[in-house]
């Protein structure tokens, strides 16, 4: 699984916890205060259960994250992919909790499970209420123990696992670094992917699943968090109550827990892997093994990790992308509990050369080895890391899942240690770790280069004792809290200003106080009319990608320093038809963000270098697309939609028309677009979170008030046309996963009576983990990792789609096509039970509810009310209407509308010798 930088997402505005400080005869029997940091305050059961309370009152959600500390390093010989697989299984119910996926859909919670090298978590956020957090406890403490494991769910849920596997294969950038991984060790169990060797996901016996979660899944190998809004003397009352009765279990025999005593001996020479697919791209990679996450010399690892990697100031774009040697160059690294690797990698187009590529790529790396890096480059690292850290103080959902990481390196405590690593890095310790671990002999490339004499070794230094570390710290002050605010429509509504400028631009304000002084800010500019666009798509596309590559008075780079400067996230870009983006920010920095971004939209340089870059970069990302099947499935079925001319601004270009197009266009070109059609005449802007309103209304009209582009602007219809059915198959060699979609159209629009109840349709035929289609084609017959459906409608033009997707292996193309329109079609004639249609009805208001507790989201929805025109009361009137649904009128608006008859299928994978008759 997809693993984020720990510290850029878990960051440091943590409520005062409520419980902290609370006297040791307060607190219920059983429960052990433990730690407190910077308003993260640890608990301990007596059945060795540790768990983390920090409630957020402004946060109208609450997130429950349960990580047990096992992950793929724990798997023994021929269970790779065990703890993955376990997973996946977790989901399957326990007697108490039989059907896991329709729970979370009637509680509105958005939950998943991930899997690392070091750990498995689970967690479900949902709307913040009592109800929903006892049930969330009472679910986790279910199947911490009790999950069925069954022998019928593993055979099913194994060819999803198998597919997820099969889906990864597509990607040679992916394989390639399993394959680096497996070369770098030859004995820790990091040299396995966490998703395992295919064969040990296909023949696993079910008794040694059972054993495995027996042994793993237990109290004192987990650790709970809680976070958002609740009570936190309720909180320690339910964690005592649903988990307390868990028994301790005996850990003798085998049922022992060991710590890894496999350690990886220094490399003792450069090792190489070749690989070789179908693709469209050339790959290198180097990775160079590293020390453990919490050893003291991993914030200066970091720091030289960001150095080779931001763009465009770090090293490796500027030796690679630069000069045109390569179409982009990247770093990261693995922080976790055992020694890691750093990896750099770069990618070259076909006709460029690749050992040219990777040589470069290896003496940039080794140029810090010979000399420090600059203050400049270190300060910047800093500064973007910890601005990220601060700003991420903010989602109590992001902290609570990253403590997994934490924890899974010894202690969640080890973050603030961390970050206070960071603040002291110089130059001088960038330069001490490169030369101690950036050595030839330290590195696995893909390519082999003799060496004329025994290289020296990286000793790798062994994980310290975290216990010493953390036992006496203490942190910061934590950050104070926002106030409760109700995400309602009404609410909303009533703390909503609007207001226009003169020169068109329709602008909301939602003023409230978050956590941290967050604020977010959301803006879109369209232009142009139908007649004027004719012709321009590629100029205006590059035009918005030029935004933030300079202006006339600030390099790419410096605009990249100015928004770390202001602890601010975002980005600005445009397309034929609109530009706009958004910001996140604290109240104090939100004038300079502004202003920067007013700076960017109004004063871009179009510089001649960078436009060559973006070019490269533009064509390289197409070229690693065009053997992709979810790449081409997504294009044939647009184009298939679409019917426009070849030069009109709506016309999906195929990948061979974007290549020609690119290498004609021209800077002047985007320039003209941008000088001609940028203006604020048809824009609208969201300003959701801590702030001064009438302060920020003086600077919008300073900075907005007066912009009007010299073409008028007119918006572009979206035309209905009656689609004509049709399958097709699209072949891609030597691809693991296959893709389908399939649709067709509507002539509807969002405020049509019967749009409600196709919502509501679509979402038990196909809009969640308990929907029919995902139970059918994933729970009961294991045919794909990922199956689904859609139904939306615009609120302007009448042209709704209805669509769904599933990916698989090629093989089963045929079931997967017959499976899911034998779900239509059975939905269409035997309609929904009461009881599962009441249950979806709750689920999918109560998912609305929690959406609304992202600021982001409730800007966006300021934004499109006021460009179509209406109150913010539509949506309030329509989930009104969807509560007031029965089953019958569900199911009569599915049958008007949804003919399995009209449905376009389309499909790719390599399917030639592997469709079974």
Same mark, same amino acid.
């Given at each position: 699984?997809?693993?984020?930088?720990?510290?850029?997402?878990?960051?440091?505005?943590?409520?005062?916890?409520?419980?902290?400080?609370?006297?040791?005869?307060?607190?219920?029997?059983?429960?052990?205060?433990?730690?407190?940091?910077?308003?993260?305050?640890?608990?301990?059961?007596?059945?060795?259960?540790?768990?983390?309370?920090?409630?957020?009152?402004?946060?109208?959600?609450?997130?429950?994250?349960?990580?047990?500390?096992?992950?793929?390093?724990?798997?023994?010989?021929?269970?790779?992919?065990?703890?993955?697989?376990?997973?996946?299984?977790?989901?399957?119910?326990?007697?108490?909790?039989?059907?896991?996926?329709?729970?979370?859909?009637?509680?509105?919670?958005?939950?998943?499970?991930?899997?690392?090298?070091?750990?498995?978590? %689970?967690?479900?956020?949902?709307?913040?209420?009592?109800?929903?957090?006892?049930?969330?406890?009472?679910?986790?403490?279910?199947?911490?123990?009790?999950?069925?494991?069954?022998?019928?769910?593993?055979?099913?849920?194994?060819?999803?696992?198998?597919?997820?596997?099969?889906?990864?294969?597509?990607?040679?950038?992916?394989?390639?670094?399993?394959?680096?991984?497996?070369?770098?060790?030859?004995?820790?169990? %990091?040299?396995?992917?966490?998703?395992?060797?295919?064969?040990?996901?296909?023949?696993?016996?079910?008794?040694?699943?059972?054993?495995?979660?027996?042994?793993?899944?237990?109290?004192?190998?987990?650790?709970?968090?809680?976070?958002?809004?609740?009570?936190?003397?309720?909180?320690?009352?339910?964690?005592?109550?649903?988990?307390?009765?868990?028994?301790?279990?005996?850990?003798?025999?085998?049922?022992?827990?060991?710590?890894?005593?496999?350690?990886?001996?220094?490399?003792?020479?450069?090792?190489?892997?070749?690989?070789?697919?179908?693709?469209?791209?050339?790959?290198?990679?180097?990775?160079?093994?590293?020390?453990?996450?919490?050893?003291?010399?991993?914030?200066?690892?970091?720091?030289?990790?960001?150095?080779?990697?931001?763009?465009?100031?770090?090293?490796?774009?500027?030796?690679?992308?630069?000069?045109?040697?390569?179409?982009?160059?990247?770093?990261?690294?693995?922080?976790?509990?055992?020694?890691?690797?750093?990896?750099?990698?770069?990618?070259?187009?076909?006709?460029?050369?690749?050992?040219?590529?990777?040589?470069?790529?290896?003496?940039?790396?080794?140029?810090?080895?010979?000399?420090?890096?600059?203050?400049?480059?270190?300060?910047?690292?800093?500064?973007?890391?910890?601005?990220?850290?601060?700003?991420?103080?903010?989602?109590?959902?992001?902290?609570?899942?990253?403590?997994?990481?934490?924890?899974?390196?010894?202690?969640?405590?080890?973050?603030?240690?961390?970050?206070?690593?960071?603040?002291?890095?110089?130059?001088?310790?960038?330069?001490?770790?490169?030369?101690?671990?950036?050595?030839?002999?330290?590195?696995?490339?893909?390519?082999?280069?003799?060496?004329?004499?025994?290289?020296?070794?990286?000793?790798?230094?062994?994980?310290?004792?975290?216990?010493?570390?953390?036992?006496? %710290?203490?942190?910061?002050?934590?950050?104070?809290?926002?106030?409760?605010?109700?995400?309602?429509?009404?609410?909303?509504?009533?703390?909503?200003?609007?207001?226009?400028?003169?020169?068109?631009?329709?602008?909301?304000?939602?003023?409230?106080?978050?956590?941290?002084?967050?604020?977010?800010?959301?803006?879109?500019?369209?232009?142009?009319?139908?007649?004027?666009?004719?012709?321009?798509?590629?100029?205006?596309?590059?035009?918005?990608?030029?935004?933030?590559?300079?202006?006339?008075?600030?390099?790419?780079?410096?605009?990249?320093?100015?928004?770390?400067?202001?602890?601010?996230?975002?980005?600005?870009?445009?397309?034929?038809?609109?530009?706009?983006?958004?910001?996140?920010?604290?109240?104090?920095?939100?004038?300079?963000?502004?202003?920067?971004?007013?700076?960017?939209?109004?004063?871009?340089?179009?510089?001649?270098?960078?436009?060559?870059?973006?070019?490269?970069?533009?064509?390289?990302?197409?070229?690693?697309?065009?053997?992709?099947?979810?790449?081409?499935?997504?294009?044939?079925?647009?184009?298939?939609?679409?019917?426009?001319?070849?030069?009109?601004?709506?016309?999906?270009?195929?990948?061979?028309?974007?290549?020609?197009?690119?290498?004609?266009?021209?800077?002047?070109?985007?320039?003209?677009?941008?000088?001609?059609?940028?203006?604020?005449?048809?824009?609208?802007?969201?300003?959701?979170?801590?702030?001064?309103?009438?302060?920020?209304?003086?600077?919008?009209?300073?900075?907005?008030?007066?912009?009007?582009?010299?073409?008028?602007?007119?918006?572009?219809?979206?035309?209905?046309?009656?689609?004509?059915?049709?399958?097709?198959?699209?072949?891609?060699?030597?691809?693991?996963?296959?893709?389908?979609?399939?649709?067709?159209?509507?002539?509807?629009?969002?405020?049509?009576?019967? %749009?409600?109840?196709?919502?509501?349709?679509?979402?038990?035929?196909?809009?969640?983990?308990?929907?029919?289609?995902?139970?059918?084609?994933?729970?009961?017959?294991?045919?794909?990792?990922?199956?689904?459906?859609?139904?939306?409608?615009?609120?302007?033009?009448?042209?709704?789609?209805?669509?769904?997707?599933?990916?698989?292996?090629?093989?089963?193309?045929?079931?997967?096509?017959?499976?899911?329109?034998?779900?239509?079609?059975?939905?269409?004639?035997?309609?929904?039970?009461?009881?599962?249609?009441?249950?979806?009805?709750?689920?999918?208001?109560?998912?609305?509810?929690?959406?609304?507790?992202?600021?982001?989201?409730?800007?966006?929805?300021?934004?499109?009310?006021?460009?179509?025109?209406?109150?913010?009361?539509?949506?309030?009137?329509?989930?009104?209407?969807?509560?007031?649904?029965?089953?019958?009128?569900?199911?009569?608006?599915?049958?008007?509308?949804?003919?399995?008859?009209?449905?376009?299928?389309?499909?790719?994978?390599?399917?030639?010798?592997?469709?079974?008759?």
């Amino acid at each position: 699984m997809k693993r984020m930088k720990t510290f850029g997402v878990l960051a440091g505005a943590l409520s005062a916890l409520a419980v902290t400080g609370t006297a040791q005869a307060q607190l219920p029997a059983g429960v052990t205060e433990v730690a407190s940091v910077e308003g993260i305050t640890e608990y301990r059961l007596e059945n060795g259960l540790r768990f983390l309370l920090f409630p957020d009152q402004s946060n109208q959600r609450i997130t429950v994250n349960i990580t047990y500390l096992v992950g793929s390093r724990h798997e023994g010989y021929g269970e790779t992919g065990m703890a993955h697989l376990l997973e996946h299984l977790v989901f399957r119910g326990t007697p108490n909790h039989p059907n896991i996926p329709q729970e979370l859909d009637e509680h509105g919670a958005f939950p998943n499970g991930t899997t690392w090298f070091d750990r498995t978590n %689970y967690f479900e956020t949902f709307p913040a209420s009592d109800e929903n957090l006892e049930w969330a406890l009472d679910l986790e403490a279910d199947r911490m123990v009790n999950s069925f494991i069954a022998q019928e769910d593993l055979d099913s849920e194994m060819t999803v696992v198998r597919n997820e596997w099969e889906s990864g294969e597509n990607s040679p950038q992916g394989v390639l670094q399993k394959r680096v991984l497996s070369a770098a060790y030859d004995w820790h169990n %990091y040299g396995n992917s966490t998703i395992g060797a295919r064969a040990d996901i296909e023949n696993v016996p079910i008794d040694r699943l059972q054993a495995f979660y027996r042994k793993y899944y237990q109290p004192d190998n987990a650790i709970l968090v809680v976070a958002g809004r609740f009570d936190p003397d309720r909180a320690l009352e339910l964690v005592v109550e649903k988990f307390g009765p868990l028994p301790r279990p005996e850990r003798t025999g085998a049922n022992q827990l060991f710590e890894t005593y496999t350690a990886e001996p220094a490399q003792d020479g450069e090792r190489t892997v070749t690989l070789r697919r179908v693709g469209d791209v050339q790959l290198a990679m180097a990775a160079y093994h590293m020390p453990p996450g919490s050893h003291e010399h991993f914030a200066a690892v970091d720091v030289m990790t960001h150095i080779l990697s931001t763009r465009p100031a770090g090293r490796l774009y500027q030796a690679l992308v630069e000069p045109g040697l390569a179409a982009s160059a990247f770093a990261g690294n693995f922080q976790l509990r055992e020694p890691g690797l750093l990896f750099a990698a770069t990618e070259v187009r076909e006709e460029d050369s690749l050992d040219e590529a990777a040589d470069v790529m290896l003496a940039t790396i080794q140029a810090l080895v010979d000399e420090p890096p600059t203050e400049e480059e270190v300060q910047r690292a800093k500064t973007d890391y910890l601005s990220g850290i601060e700003l991420a103080f903010n989602n109590p959902q992001g902290i609570a899942l990253q403590l997994s990481e934490w924890a899974s390196m010894g202690d969640w405590r080890l973050f603030f240690l961390h970050r206070d690593r960071l603040e002291r890095v110089t130059p001088e310790a960038v330069h001490q770790v490169a030369q101690a671990y950036l050595k030839p002999s330290n590195r696995t490339i893909g390519y082999f280069y003799p060496a004329d004499e025994t290289p020296a070794r990286a000793e790798i230094p062994p994980p310290p004792d975290v216990d010493a570390l953390v036992a006496s %710290y203490t942190g910061r002050e934590a950050v104070a809290e926002g106030e409760a605010f109700e995400p309602t429509i009404e609410n909303i509504e009533a703390r909503t200003e609007r207001f226009e400028l003169p020169s068109g631009m329709k602008v909301a304000f939602l003023a409230k106080e978050n956590r941290g002084d967050a604020v977010s800010v959301r803006f879109t500019l369209r232009h142009g009319t139908e007649e004027a666009l004719m012709g321009s798509a590629t100029a205006a596309s590059l035009a918005g990608s030029m935004l933030m590559r300079g202006t006339t008075n600030r390099s790419r780079q410096e605009i990249s320093d100015e928004l770390d400067r202001l602890k601010a996230q975002g980005g600005v870009s445009g397309s034929a038809l609109t530009a706009g983006g958004s910001f996140t920010t604290v109240r104090e920095n939100l004038p300079g963000v502004l202003r920067l971004g007013a700076e960017i939209l109004r004063e871009a340089a179009f510089d001649a270098d960078e436009f060559e870059l973006l070019r490269e970069e533009r064509l390289a990302g197409i070229e690693s697309q065009m053997s992709e099947p979810q790449a081409l499935v997504v294009q044939a079925f647009q184009r298939h939609f679409g019917d426009y001319p070849a030069d009109h601004p709506r016309y999906v270009a195929t990948y061979e028309e974007q290549i020609e197009r690119l290498e004609a266009a021209t800077v002047e070109e985007a320039r003209a677009f941008w000088e001609g059609f940028y203006g604020a005449q048809g824009a609208t802007m969201a300003v959701v979170g801590d702030f001064d309103a009438a302060e920020m209304r003086a600077l919008i009209e300073e900075l907005f008030g007066d912009w009007t582009a010299s073409e008028p602007y007119a918006r572009v219809p979206i035309r209905f046309r009656e689609v004509p059915p049709v399958s097709l198959d699209i072949e891609t060699p030597d691809k693991a996963n296959a893709m389908m979609f399939a649709g067709l159209a509507v002539q509807m629009r969002d405020d049509h009576p019967d %749009y409600p109840a196709l919502l509501l349709g679509n979402h038990i035929l196909g809009g969640g983990m308990n929907s029919r289609l995902f139970m059918r084609i994933r729970g009961e017959e294991g045919l794909s990792y990922g199956v689904g459906s859609g139904y939306s409608a615009p609120p302007i033009d009448d042209n709704a789609r209805f669509q769904g997707f599933a990916i698989f292996a090629p093989e089963n193309a045929d079931k997967v096509v017959t499976s899911f329109t034998d779900v239509l079609e059975s939905t269409l004639a035997d309609g929904f039970s009461e009881e599962e249609f009441e249950a979806a009805k709750r689920g999918y208001l109560d998912q609305q509810q929690n959406s609304r507790a992202n600021d982001a989201v409730i800007g966006l929805m300021l934004a499109n009310a006021m460009f179509v025109g209406r109150p913010l009361a539509f949506e309030a009137e329509q989930e009104a209407a969807i509560e007031a649904l029965t089953a019958g009128d569900v199911v009569a608006a599915m049958r008007r509308y949804i003919d399995p008859a009209k449905l376009t299928i389309i499909r790719g994978g390599d399917f030639a010798n592997k469709l079974v008759p």
